[in-house]
């Protein structure tokens, strides 16, 4: 308002980044942040300030309180700290202010004398306005014992929005009964200095705002309002309404630091932990033991469940009294319908039904309950309220419910005549010629596949097809087409095949005992190994337990086989 466009300050330092936040503002947070205890961790000298303020000063109190945890009062709190150090701050930040940016901006915003008028006037609304009000929120029991106190703080807005003299001097205060806390912070606050003028200027333009800002949010409070007078039963149920949003802040502070911490933690979890934490379940449940703790948590579980089969019994019951209502209402508006003549379905019959009630209030209930009967009954749509029987919280004249009924009426038979030759349509009307082929073509059996001829018996002479050509016949249809298949068998045949229709060859068991005769091999040489046998006794007793394995193999086929032979002499040659 005053520099307008113009950058004074920390704006005014090359580097600094600025907020969207005033001047004063910022002054007041920058500082907590530099010098606070809980400030920041990477520029801030809070021990430091202390130990300048004490060697150089004599000062061992630091009246700045953290930001974190606190909201209502904690700027106008902190404003008046920062003004009551104002001196001891500009030469502690001039003598820091090249070590970061932020001591940087701090000792700017400290040389601009708007920024220290707007600190001190924040000062003295916390020590007239904002703390009086908070403490006596605190001493009531009741919220609406709250009423007559913002009465009079409306007066006092008032008042010093037109003239703050005396909430400069400190010549007048909030409330009588809540005395003012005068300590050196007060003292520096109502020590007149130069400007005065300015503190004056601002103290009236904040007390305006909060005029108009408290005459919206407190007005079911004040005089005239909803909560001014109350009867005492409305007195008795507000007894638990908390005076103040301590309570509120401290769960949204909790709720945002297990949301930083816990970030795929789901709703109910966090409810959960802040209840817990709120009300000292932990330390509840360390007094007990564990079999009472066992028995709670049993005794938990089944409230739970019979809180569910309640809360489902609620819901079925809500639906069934719903549909009986529906049903009552349906029945009721059927016999009204009865009585006025039955169901208009056309604009002439409508006409006609009108032309014969005299009265304005006859026309308008037979109007109604057609409306009303297509609404509930028929189930037409109510698009736009077209169907409501009021408009605006009141009823509607007889012609507006007759263009509403004559547009339903319209849209209905519109709707029933184009069911009606759809329907037609679909009678006697034929499927397409494609579709029809495409169905026929579905219902034809699928073609047969090749298949080969196999028979329920093996192959009597397994060893005669190695090292032969073998002829395949394919059946086709149950018929043969003379078509020949030849393939070549490498060293053993892998697959089932059929030669005359009566011969089928699988070798199943052949496989596994050449999986067999290998293992054995295999764990003979692991053992010979593990044992450290010389190689001319590894040579020696291989040569023999091949030659017993490969006998032993030959007498389970009952025939002789190639790869036998050749297995036993690369096992010879392995060993």
């Known amino acids: 308002m005053i520099f307008g466009e113009e950058k004074v300050g920390a704006l005014a330092v090359t580097g600094f980044a600025g907020k969207d936040e005033g001047g004063t503002e910022r002054l007041v947070r920058t500082v907590c942040k530099g010098v606070q205890d809980r400030g920041c961790e990477k520029s801030g000298k809070a021990a430091q300030f202390r130990a300048f303020l004490s060697a150089e000063f004599g000062v061992n109190d630091v009246p700045l309180a953290p930001f974190k945890g606190n909201r209502f009062n904690i700027l106008f709190h902190n404003g008046a700290g920062v003004y009551h150090l104002y001196k001891h701050l500009l030469v502690f930040f001039n003598r820091h202010k090249s070590e970061n940016k932020l001591m940087l901006a701090v000792a700017a915003d400290l040389e601009v004398p708007q920024y220290i008028a707007g600190v001190k006037s924040l000062g003295i609304i916390d020590k007239v306005i904002t703390g009086p009000l908070w403490r006596a929120m605190e001493k009531e029991k009741h919220v609406l014992a709250m009423n007559e106190r913002y009465d009079r703080l409306l007066e006092c807005l008032a008042k010093w929005s037109k003239d703050s003299t005396d909430l400069l001097t400190g010549s007048d205060i909030l409330y009588s009964d809540v005395p003012l806390k005068k300590n050196s912070v007060y003292d520096s606050l109502m020590k007149p200095c130069e400007l005065d003028g300015m503190v004056k200027q601002l103290l ?7 005029k108009m800002l408290s005459e919206r949010m407190l007005s079911e ?20 309404v908390p005076t103040t949003n301590t309570t509120v802040e401290r769960d949204f502070g909790m709720l945002d630091r297990l949301m930083r911490e816990k970030p795929s ?5 966090l409810e959960a932990m802040i209840i817990f934490a709120t009300f000292s379940l932990f330390l509840k449940l360390a007094q007990k033991s564990k079999a009472q703790q066992k028995k709670a948590y049993a005794d938990r579980l089944a409230t739970i469940k019979a809180a569910r089969e309640q809360k489902e019994l609620g819901k079925k019951a809500a639906i069934l009294k719903k549909a009986d209502q529906d049903r009552a209402r349906k029945l009721l508006l059927g016999k009204e319908i009865k009585s006025v003549g039955g169901l208009a379905e056309s604009a002439s019959e409508l006409d006609q039904r009108l032309s014969e009630l005299k009265s304005v209030k006859g026309k308008s209930k037979y109007l109604q309950t057609q409306l009303k009967y297509r609404r509930f009954v028929l189930g037409a749509r109510n698009e736009g309220g077209v169907l409501n029987v009021s408009a605006g919280g009141k009823p509607k004249t007889v012609e507006q419910l007759k263009i509403s009924l004559l547009g339903v009426i319209v849209c209905d038979n519109e709707e029933l005549e184009a069911a009606s030759t759809s329907f037609q349509n679909r009678a006697i009307g034929l499927a397409p010629v494609d579709a029809v082929e495409a169905f026929k073509s579905r219902l034809q059996p699928p073609p047969a596949k090749k298949t080969r001829l196999t028979s329920g018996s093996n192959i009597k002479l397994p060893e005669e097809l190695v090292d032969k050509r073998i002829e395949h016949h394919t059946e086709e249809e149950g018929k043969w087409t003379g078509t020949k298949v030849q393939l070549w068998a490498r060293k053993v045949p892998s697959t089932s095949f059929d030669t005359m229709g009566s011969l089928e060859c699988t070798h199943t068991k052949r496989r596994r005992l050449r999986r067999t005769f290998r293992l054995e091999i295999y764990r003979f040489l692991y053992f010979s190994q593990v044992v450290k046998m010389a190689p001319t ?14 006998e032993q193999f030959q007498q389970k086929l009952g025939f002789k086989e190639n790869w036998v032979y050749k297995g036993i002499q690369k096992s010879i040659s392995m060993v």
């Open 265 to 269: 933690a789901s709703c109910i979890a």
């Open 204 to 210: 009236e333009m904040l007390c305006s705002s909060f």
């Open 537 to 550: 006794t590894i040579q020696i007793w291989g040569h023999s337990f091949v030659r017993r394995l490969g």
């Open 221 to 240: 409070h004040l005089k005239g309002g909803k909560y001014s007078r109350v009867s005492a039963d409305q007195h008795r149920e507000m007894q638990s």
